[in-house]
């Protein structure tokens, strides 16, 4: 920083003989030297030049007798890419040390100006009536002022005492302040906030300290201290070392005042990669209690998570195939003991192991296409899961272990280049520790096979519509069929009907059990892409998407046909999407499952500032999202879904904006939360004030900060949380 101020000092003393003007270059305009004292006067635009550093000046003056350089009128010194200025600047070449007057320098968006600058030496700097800002302005909207300054180029800098003014208006005052300077990450305390509420009383947050202990890790520490509510502490710790690991972790504890009562979280996540390929992934949650996240937390996102997983999973490439290892707890908060029967309070799973083989040729493939025949697209993969699995429920609890493994066997051609092809086989087992007569490692083996058929017909033509020139229609119908016999191979070495196989294995996970029978499936894929030329470029747009699918299978008892499930998504522009699911039930002649989903993006800019903006609706610069989601109740029953999320923002001018968020519940007719900001700029200041409602929490939130330093801030809150 003030370091740059004396970037001036020209060497060390010279301890080898030679002078040092002998080592420096210097130039002038005129130069006088005078042979009796050996002294030199550099006149007009004159400058010298040592190693990095160099000096501009109207006059240079170098005594041989006292040993000192001074540089007098508009003197400007220059170093590493770094400038300074001022009026005078003597420099004593025995000691090192030099001092100059009036200096005005530039460090990290700021500008430094001082009265005088002594240099002790290249690591120690002393300042007095020093002034600090990142305004640019000849008048500054703010600044920093300081008596005493001492710097530690690259380390810290202390200050006494230190006084806020705001257009010359003093507003805040420190006796003693301590920064670091370093470039990059560097610790030092944090700035707190103070402010009061009606629900916390009178309270001050963050107050912490912050420790950069390198560029790849560094720790947070702070409180919070609520007069009526609680005492708060928090660590939060991050690491990011490149193609290596990445992670962080939270520790939380608070005591409420209210019953002395302990809360407490931690939050951990890491993943890191070693240097044989295995991927390490950790992501740990504990709280002290189920309601911590609803009562806590201050994002309304986090409040209402219903669920706290934690889980450990390495995996890795074992020769072609990729192994994985995982353990994983979840904790379901919604489910509350005496409440509901049957809620499942927590599952554990571990070990989850887990080792597969891709696909991969049966028979190798000839390079030349003319040798290749219909056993060369003959594929086959291999799939294992081994699963131990605990399932507590509030009055009970079940373990359950097993292993289960896959393999098929599939082919794909295309006949006449038309008709696309794709038969399979696939055999199935499973193993488990018991079964439902608590017998020893049971199992089964069970198959199936089936057969898939596809095509694309396509249709193009020429239109006007929404500008696009050529339009794309694309027609995917398949079928396909799959059967598995009745009967399956137990490990007793005998076969049993897979109607049996419920009342005899468990059912958990991915653990399905042998099912027999027919199933045929259908869809039919439609597809409307547009084509136009749009400012010189080709855009290419998928327009609409219609999807078709039902299936039927002789086996099922009532109704053989499954409801046809129909998807359409429209993206007529950029600007809006909508997409409508549902299906309907051929039997009773019902639609069921309807939900549409409408989304609306728009923005406009200033048509004086951008005069290819496009489309306008007014001339601020603005944006906004709507997005629509709708769940109609059928057939009297009262399960209507009918909610509307809004986002506007406007730049009113260019120091005003404002922005507004909004959920909105149309069948209550209600508002779920809104919020609105107002924004200004102040030129090196920058204010926001924040109103949020919701039937959880109320309050608002008001911050000036410097936009140089945001940490630099005055602000207030009032929430619950």
């Known amino acids: 920083m003030l370091g740059v101020c004396l970037l001036l000092l020209l060497s060390q003393p010279d301890t080898t003989g030679v002078e040092p003007m002998e080592s420096m270059a210097y130039s002038a305009d005129s130069l006088v030297f005078s042979i009796t004292d050996e002294d030199l006067i550099l006149i007009g635009t004159a400058s010298i030049e040592h190693k990095q550093m160099s000096i501009v000046a109207d006059t240079i003056r ?17 170093e590493g890419g770094e400038t300074a200025t001022g009026t005078a600047l ?46 640019e302005k000849d008048t500054f909207d703010y600044y920093f002022w300081a008596e005493i300054m001492k710097v530690y180029p690259d380390d810290k800098a202390v200050a006494k005492p230190v006084i806020l003014y ?3 208006t003093p507003v805040f005052w420190l006796p003693y302040v301590v920064f670091p300077i370093r470039r990059g990450r560097s610790s030092g305390f944090t700035i707190p906030t103070l402010g009061s509420s009606s629900r916390d009383g009178r309270y001050i947050r963050k107050v912490g300290y912050y420790f950069g202990f390198s560029d790849y890790i560094d720790l947070l520490i702070s409180s919070d201290l609520m007069e009526k ?82 889980w450990l999973s390495l995996s890795r490439n074992i020769g072609r195939g990729s192994a994985q290892l995982n353990t994983e707890y979840t904790e379901y908060l919604d489910a509350l003991p005496d409440t509901i029967d049957n809620e499942i309070l927590s599952e554990l799973s571990a070990p989850d192991v887990r080792y597969n083989l891709p696909s991969a040729p049966v028979f190798s493939t000839p390079q030349d296409p003319v040798d290749r025949r219909i056993w060369h697209s003959l594929y086959w993969n291999f799939n294992s899961h081994y699963l131990s699995e605990k399932t507590e429920w509030e009055d009970s609890s079940l373990y359950n272990s097993g292993l289960r493994v896959s393999s098929s066997l599939s082919g794909s051609n295309r006949a006449g280049g038309i008709l696309a092809i794709s038969p399979w086989l696939k055999t199935t087992g499973t193993v488990y520790d018991r079964d439902l007569q608590e017998r020893k490692f049971p199992g089964w083996l069970h198959n199936s096979i089936g057969l898939a058929l596809s095509t694309d017909i ?16 694309t027609i995917s119908p398949s079928i396909s ?12 070495g005998n076969f049993h009907k897979t109607e049996d196989a419920d009342s005899l294995y468990y059912r958990f996970s991915d653990f399905s059990l042998p099912s027999s029978g027919t199933v045929v499936s259908f869809s039919l894929l439609n597809t409307l892409e547009g084509k136009r030329l749009s400012r010189g470029t080709i855009d290419k747009r998928t327009l609409a998407e219609l999807s078709l699918t039902s299936s039927w299978s002789p086996d099922r008892n009532e109704e053989e046909f499954t409801p046809v499930t129909a998807s359409l998504n ?10 409508v699911n549902g299906s309907y039930n051929t039997y009773t002649g019902k639609a069921q499952n309807i939900a549409l989903t409408t989304s609306i993006q728009l923005s406009g800019n200033d048509p004086t500032m951008h005069p290819d903006s496009g489309f306008i609706l007014t001339p601020l610069s603005w944006r906004l999202n709507l997005s629509h989601n709708w769940s109609p109740s059928l057939y009297g029953e009262d399960d209507d879904l009918n909610k509307l999320r809004l986002t506007v923002s406007i730049d009113l001018t260019t120091r005003w904006a404002i922005n507004y968020r909004a959920y909105y519940d149309i069948t ?53 949380f």
């Open 90 to 135: 003597i420099y004593h070449t025995p000691t090192a040390t030099a001092r100059t007057f009036s200096t005005t320098s530039f460090y990290d968006r700021a500008q430094y100006n001082s009265e005088t600058v002594t240099m002790l030496s290249r690591d120690e700097f002393n300042l007095t009536n020093v002034v600090f800002t990142s305004c």
């Open 668 to 720: 209550g007719d209600d508002f779920i939360s809104q919020n609105y900001s107002i924004m200004r700029d102040l030129d090196s200041w920058e204010a926001i004030f924040t109103r949020h409602v919701s039937d959880i929490d109320s309050g608002f939130y008001f911050r000036i900060n410097i936009k140089a330093f945001p940490d630099i801030k005055v602000e207030q809150h009032t929430s619950s």
């Open 570 to 579: 429209l993206t007529p522009a950029q600007w809006i999407s909508s997409r």
């Open 166 to 168: 705001v257009e010359d």
């Open 481 to 492: 069929t799959s059967w598995a016999p009745d009967l399956y191979l137990a490990t007793d």
């Open 62 to 78: 170098y005594s041989s007798t006292e040993e000192t350089v001074l540089a007098t009128g508009n003197v400007e010194i220059a």
């Open 229 to 310: 509510t609680r005492f708060q502490v928090t660590m939060t710790e991050r690491h990011n070392l490149r193609y290596v690991m990445n992670g962080r972790s939270r520790i939380q504890w608070r005591r409420q005042f209210e019953r002395s009562r302990d809360r407490w979280l931690i939050e951990s996540s890491h993943t890191q990669e070693l240097p044989d390929g295995t991927m390490v992934r950790l992501t740990g949650n504990f709280i002290s209690d189920r309601s911590y996240l609803e009562e806590t937390q201050q994002d309304p996102q986090d409040r209402m998570e219903g669920q706290l997983r934690s």
């Open 458 to 473: 396509y249709g193009m033509f020429s239109s006007n519509l929404a500008g696009y020139s050529v339009l794309r229609h």
